[in-house]
């Protein structure tokens, strides 16, 4: 059996039918980039996340960047963000000539919440927490501090649409929720896709305006803005699978209990999420000191799997300016060295996880 680390194809399958239906209707509607889909898109997703607003826009990496860019953060803040992430949460900030300041992360694999104070200086300007594989950091900590030091609190929930923390869902905390909808997160677009939640209604009102080229009136630019428009047949499509979304979760779930139950091997960690947590399962990440060892095992058995991520942004070529060393962050790099996404998808069969479980299992 040949496993993939990942089978968008299925997701796609799933539901089919609602798909072709909406992509028509908006190829023939004759409006494709701000009209009534992503008007109701983000109607919908901000009722979903319990959030008063929702700003559709065209990445989750232009969410980060513009969060910071509304909030007024630029050149000589600093920004308090965990180290093991995807390397765009950073540039969310290094994009605003804002500067990172990393914090290691805890055994959940989210930012370690006791290690932020330690950070704050008089330039902080704000906490980006990131909600990695969907395992929810916990908040209430977190909210505590950034509400005792007057610092902005953004949310990366570019993996974690739908999961909570002490029954709220992540990207309600804070000041603004950033969200990707690149075909492989838990809620994928066909094509590139963003969103923000935020509850001031006057920070929507600046997210639309950055969106448009800084213009709330046609022809008249308040700010030197962007284009990053969430567009209408992504929205529509996006709009078929929000509707799914708590089903799309649940089956996520259901595969990361049958991981959990059925794997047994002392060579491997388990992932575990935090407490009053629930996470959505983006990815299933164990970690295993052998882990060079176990890829060419599974690769025999013709299983895929992905390393999320390699390099951590501080050693990445990328920031060589930001002078980090081998050795700075130690509990970031360790992990960089041994976690290991096992293949997670909508579609995925019980035949399909029982083979990885028992390859798995066999491992010594
Ligand atoms: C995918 C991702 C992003 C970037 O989203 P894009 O839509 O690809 O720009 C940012 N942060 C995290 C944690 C991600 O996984």
Same mark, same amino acid.
């Not at 677009?189 to 600046?206: K, Q």
């Not at 999420?273 to 990815?283: E, F, K, R």
């Given at each position: 059996?040949?496993?993939?680390?990942?089978?968008?194809?299925?997701?796609?399958?799933?539901?089919q039918?609602e798909?072709?239906?909406?992509?028509l209707?908006?190829?023939?509607?004759?409006?494709?980039?701000?009209?009534k889909?992503?008007?109701a898109?983000?109607?919908?997703?901000?009722?979903?996340?319990?959030?008063?607003?929702?700003?559709?826009?065209?990445?989750?990496l232009?969410?980060?960047?513009?969060?910071?860019?509304?909030?007024?953060?630029?050149p000589?803040?600093?920004?308090?963000?965990?180290?093991n992430?995807?390397?765009?949460s950073?540039m969310?900030?290094?994009?605003?000539?804002?500067?990172?300041?990393?914090v290691?992360?805890?055994e959940?694999?989210?930012i370690d919440?006791?290690?932020?104070?330690?950070?704050?200086?008089?330039?902080?300007?704000?906490?980006?927490?990131?909600?990695?594989?969907g395992?929810?950091?916990?908040?209430k900590r977190?909210?505590?501090?950034?509400?005792k030091?007057?610092?902005?609190l953004v949310?990366d929930?570019?993996?974690?649409?739908?999961?909570?923390?002490?029954?709220?869902?992540?990207?309600?905390?804070?000041?603004?929720?950033?969200?990707?909808?690149?075909?492989?997160?838990?809620?994928?677009?066909?094509?590139?896709?963003?969103a923000?939640?935020?509850?001031?209604?006057a +920070? $929507?009102?600046d997210?639309?305006?950055?969106?448009? /080229?800084?213009?709330e009136? *046609?022809?008249?630019?308040?700010? %030197?803005? !962007?284009?990053?428009?969430l567009d209408?047949?992504?929205?529509?499509?996006?709009?078929?699978?929000l509707?799914?979304?708590?089903?799309?979760?649940?089956?996520?779930?259901?595969?990361?209990?049958?991981?959990?139950?059925?794997?047994?091997?002392?060579?491997?960690?388990?992932?575990?999420?935090?407490?009053?947590?629930?996470?959505?399962?983006?990815?299933?990440?164990?970690?295993?000191?052998?882990?060079?060892?176990?890829?060419?095992?599974l690769?025999?058995?013709?299983?895929?799997?992905?390393?999320?991520?390699?390099?951590?942004?501080?050693?990445?070529e990328?920031?060589?300016?930001?002078?980090?060393?081998?050795?700075?962050l130690?509990?970031?790099e360790? +992990? $960089?060295?041994?976690?290991?996404?096992?293949?997670? /998808?909508?579609?995925?069969? *019980?035949e399909?996880?029982?083979? %990885?479980? !028992?390859a798995?299992?066999?491992?010594q």
């Amino acid at each position: 059996m040949k496993i993939m680390p990942n089978r968008m194809d299925r997701g796609f399958y799933q539901y089919q039918e609602e798909f072709e239906e909406k992509a028509l209707e908006v190829l023939r509607s004759g409006w494709y980039v701000l009209g009534k889909e992503v008007s109701a898109f983000e109607e919908e997703f901000a009722a979903y996340t319990g959030a008063p607003y929702c700003v559709g826009l065209a990445s989750g990496l232009d969410a980060l960047w513009l969060a910071f860019r509304v909030l007024g953060v630029g050149p000589g803040d600093e920004v308090i963000v965990q180290a093991n992430t995807y390397i765009a949460s950073v540039m969310g900030i290094t994009i605003n000539g804002a500067t990172p300041i990393f914090v290691e992360p805890d055994e959940h694999f989210g930012i370690d919440a006791g290690k932020i104070e330690e950070k704050i200086t008089s330039r902080t300007k704000a906490v980006l927490v990131v909600h990695l594989y969907g395992m929810p950091c916990g908040m209430k900590r977190i909210t505590d501090l950034c509400r005792k030091h007057h610092l902005y609190l953004v949310e990366d929930c570019a993996q974690s649409h739908g999961a909570c923390c002490d029954g709220q869902m992540t990207g309600t905390f804070g000041d603004v929720g950033c969200f990707s909808f690149y075909p492989s997160k838990n809620l994928g677009a066909f094509g590139d896709g963003g969103a923000v939640v935020v509850r001031d209604e006057a +920070l $929507a009102r600046d997210f639309r305006m950055y969106r448009n /080229y800084g213009s709330e009136k *046609r022809y008249y630019n308040k700010v %030197v803005g !962007a284009n990053s428009r969430l567009d209408e047949l992504q929205a529509g499509l996006l709009r078929v699978r929000l509707r799914h979304l708590p089903e799309i979760t649940k089956e996520r779930a259901d595969i990361a209990e049958a991981y959990a139950k059925g794997l047994d091997n002392l060579l491997i960690k388990l992932p575990k999420l935090a407490n009053h947590t629930t996470g959505v399962w983006h990815q299933y990440v164990i970690r295993c000191e052998e882990r060079a060892r176990l890829i060419a095992y599974l690769d025999e058995r013709e299983i895929g799997t992905i390393i999320h991520y390699p390099i951590p942004p501080h050693l990445s070529e990328a920031y060589a300016s930001l002078g980090y060393h081998k050795g700075d962050l130690p509990v970031t790099e360790h +992990l $960089a060295d041994t976690v290991l996404s096992l293949p997670v /998808y909508n579609g995925m069969t *019980r035949e399909e996880q029982d083979y %990885v479980i !028992a390859a798995i299992n066999a491992f010594q």
